[in-house]
């Protein structure tokens, strides 16, 4: 694992240092989107031939490796929104370096990071609060280095330990995995790699700082320049996912319908604020970047929050008393309009991504993050069972997903039940559509004819199903199929038979009440599980999604939503 502490040097075309660049940020970019699957990490070169084929930049400690590096921390300079998502994919891509690799490459990139660091002490210009951070990057490294915790061959059960400022390892304290005392946060052995990820991070974002301040010619170069801004299109292309939107106007009373279609984080809080009329601010501010995220204008997203911050709230639910009079609508106006960018810094936030959700704790009170992994199987059974088709062992294989640690792969499974059920819904419409422009010019003499063959069919059925009855030895009837091709069932009329998996079911909206539907059941539900109560829809099973896996792909939770327009015909795709 290599710091990228100091930069690289030599003499490279400017064509093999834009496709380097390229290469290494398609791979972050998966990284980034299967994080949490270390399967589908191992097999993303394999997965992915056009990356495979150029990954000499992604070789640990190459000059081709620093040079990819070093080019994109010089792009996102002057994109936030690249800047947070470079330093979070780097992070784990050191983190998924860090697990593959031995004991010895660890001792060879602490030795490496203690010489680059007095390096960069002696013959870098530095800022002051940078020069701090090297000098106390150094003396953890030679901590690690003297205490034998890089040797230690039982690290769970280790009594080695070591302290640094609690400023050095923030996530793993607002995490709960350390003790502070007196500033400083106790790192035990057993957390010596989530201490190298923090450490990391924070060398890398005080890198960028760095160049950002000392940067130079650089940003007067115009071939580099122009690397920067191709960068950035094709990684705002990657993100987006080819969706960009098409006559699609969205108003803050298009929410409420549209939100059937937010992933599961996003609709968990607008059912907290659809009940309490409030949100706690750090919720606020996720959910106001989500539908900005979607398109909703800058006045819209106001007049959103206006109505729900104007009715009374409540107090022991929501957390938040304030109302939308006096001075706190003029700060809550001020907040939209900082998170579009038109306030304060003038920074255009982005909506945050499913790996920030996913590393996020929130409190008992709080719902932050994302429900794969802040709530537990039984809870997010309840969430899920709304989206998931009728009558399918989805829903085990979701659950199963969120026992093994991979939220992503368990919101993908709930975005393919969602497009299978639009898929299926458009096709029964079409298929009713049709059939009624047929009747309507078929002759009547035509119609009484299908009748005719409709009710040959039922004997055709009545005779493949049946079966001998042991007690009596005689043949029955398997099946009552003796609704079928008459004009009314027993109760409403509405009978269909839907044939699938070599299996019939049986669906009226007489429900309990209607004796075919009862006589006609295959199984032990066949009394409760109409197929009715999913509008029509064919059950289907987790190989039916398999194909419409790749389609559901999202790092962003407004991606899943702009997934589901795209999947309607209501925004296109500028792939």
Avoid at 26 to 36: C, M
Avoid at 201 to 220: A, N, R, Y
Avoid at 256 to 263: L, V
Avoid at 275 to 292: A, C, V
Wanted: aromatic share 8%; proline share 3%.
């Amino acid at each position: 694992m290599t710091f990228y502490i100091k930069p690289p040097q030599g003499t490279v075309s400017l064509y093999k240092l834009y496709e380097e660049a390229e290469v290494r940020l398609q791979y972050l970019v998966q990284i980034n989107q299967h994080w949490g699957d270390a399967t589908k990490i191992s097999r993303i070169l394999t997965d992915n031939p056009s990356i495979a084929s150029k990954s000499e930049c992604l070789i640990e400690g190459s000059h081709k490796d620093q040079i990819s590096h070093f080019i994109l921390r010089f792009a996102c300079i002057k994109s936030r929104q690249l800047q947070d998502f470079f330093i979070e994919a780097e992070t784990q891509l050191f983190e998924y370096r860090l697990k593959c690799g031995g004991t010895e490459t660890l001792v060879c990139c602490l030795s490496v990071l203690k010489r680059h660091t007095q390096h960069s002490l002696k013959h870098q210009k530095l800022s002051l609060s940078h020069e701090r951070w090297l000098q106390e990057l150094l003396r953890i490294t030679r901590q690690i280095i003297t205490s034998g915790m890089i040797l230690c061959s039982e690290r769970q059960n280790c009594s080695h330990w070591l302290r640094v400022p609690w400023t050095v390892v923030p996530i793993m304290v607002k995490n709960h995995m350390v003790d502070i005392m007196k500033g400083e946060a106790e790192i035990k052995c057993q957390h010596l790699l989530p201490l190298l990820c923090s450490v990391f991070q924070g060398t890398l974002e005080f890198g960028i700082k760095q160049l950002s301040l000392f940067g130079g010619d650089l940003f007067d170069d115009k071939r580099l320049e122009s690397v920067r801004r191709s960068l950035y299109k094709i990684y705002r292309k990657i993100q987006s996912n080819g969706l960009t939107l098409q006559k699609l106007t969205l108003t803050h009373r298009d929410i409420e319908t549209e939100a059937h279609f937010f992933p599961l984080c996003m609709q968990q809080l607008h059912s907290i604020l659809k009940r309490n009329n409030r949100l706690r601010h750090h919720e606020r501010f996720k959910y106001t970047l989500f539908l900005k995220d979607i398109g909703l204008p800058l006045t819209e997203n106001i007049c959103f929050w206006e109505d729900f911050y104007s009715k009374p709230h409540c107090t022991s639910a929501s957390g938040c008393t304030h109302s939308w009079a006096g001075n706190d609508r003029k700060r809550y106006v001020y907040s939209v309009k900082h998170l579009y960018g038109l306030e304060g810094g003038r920074k255009n936030y982005a909506s945050h991504s499913c790996s920030s959700l996913q590393a996020c704790h929130p409190q008992p009170t709080e719902v932050r993050g994302c429900p794969f992994t802040s709530t537990s199987a039984e809870e997010v059974s309840t969430l899920i069972k709304k989206f998931v088709p009728h009558s399918t062992n989805i829903l085990d294989n979701v659950l199963k997903e969120v026992v093994l640690g991979r939220p992503s792969a368990a919101c993908q499974l709930v975005s393919a039940s969602q497009v299978f059920i639009h898929r299926q819904s458009s096709q029964s419409c079409e298929t009713e559509t049709s059939s009624k422009v047929v009747n309507k010019f078929v002759p009547e003499r035509e119609i009484l004819h299908n009748s005719l063959n409709l009710s040959s069919e039922r004997k055709k059925f009545q005779a493949i199903s049946m079966h001998t009855n042991k007690d009596h030895e005689e043949w029955k009837p398997k099946l009552n199929l003796s609704g079928i091709g008459s004009k009314d069932c027993s109760i409403n009329g509405d009978a269909r038979a839907v044939i699938r998996s070599e299996n019939i079911k049986y669906d009226c909206k007489g429900k309990k009440d209607c004796s075919s539907c009862h006589s006609f059941g295959t199984g032990p539900k066949a009394g409760s599980e109409h197929l009715s109560e999913s509008s029509g829809i064919m059950p289907c099973d987790i190989e039916d999604l398999y194909s419409l896996l790749p389609t559901c792909s999202f790092t962003r939770p407004s991606h899943y939503y702009l997934s589901m327009k795209q999947e309607q015909g209501v925004i296109q795709s500028n792939n």
